[in-house]
């Protein structure tokens, strides 16, 4: 299902002598999009929006176009969360995410920092994120889940199963009448042969950020993100594009998945329920097919399956 929401800010670069990469983004009205459709409460809606975050950055790290899936599945009362990252094929279109929360309405109390407790939502478990550039095989890497915090997780996922060293910093700000009123994030990779001095620099970058969301909520847009995590290091921008929420579900993807459910299922449901409603899980969207429709349906799968059923 195509969205129209308003777009988030993307930008990818490296330090002033190329030692450090950087992406960062502003995807607040991604993040927004995703609480409104989903009906996220606060915790939860911090939850996935920094997994949305994450998602958008992953993708556009990609070599060529493809897709990022994010999975946590966590032992807190979130039950696990998802979030996918598309890159397009062509330069300067936006990258896509989608996502969400298998229990959506969570709201915890703050943690010891003040924060939303992200961290006891998601709870200890395992994250897997699939990297699928749409040439073979998608490549799966996993790691244990170390705080639940998303960021921290993920930089645990680089080191771990990708020997790469980074630093991740996601935030969402979240107003007291439940909308998203800030979000963003970055991603920084220290090169091989850096030396632990601009490690330590970037550390301190980051800590004096004081939360990449009330840095957004202050009016820094993605560039300045990039230019804050940085610091004296400098920051050369690369490339830039849209983050939008968007899912590419449709009416004839899901009668297709009511079709492979066969004749049996489908006159079932025409007699027994009156009809069919189905919710997509990445957007909220519904589609509702009525008794002639789920018959036409039928007549399909049995066309599909090249017999008659009695």
Known sequence: MMDKSPAGRLVRGTSQDASVRVLAAVTTPCVEEARRRHDLWPTAAAAVGRALTAAALMAEDLKVPGAVVI????????GGLVAEGRRPERAGDPIEVRGYAHEPHVDLDLNARGKLDVGRAVGRGTLYVVRDEFTGEPYTGTAAIVTGEIGEDLAHYFLQSEQRRTAVALGVLVDPDGSVRAAGGAIVEVLPGAGEETVARLEDNI?????????????????AIAAAVLGDLGFRRLAERPVVFRCRCSRERLAAALVALGEAELDSMAREDGGAELRCRFCGAVYRFDVAELEALRADARRAGGGREG
């Open 207 to 223: 800590a004096r950020l004081g939360g990449v969301s009330r840095f957004v909520d202050r009016g820094g847009d993605a560039d």
């Open 71 to 78: 999975r946590f599945r966590g032992d807190g009362p979130l």
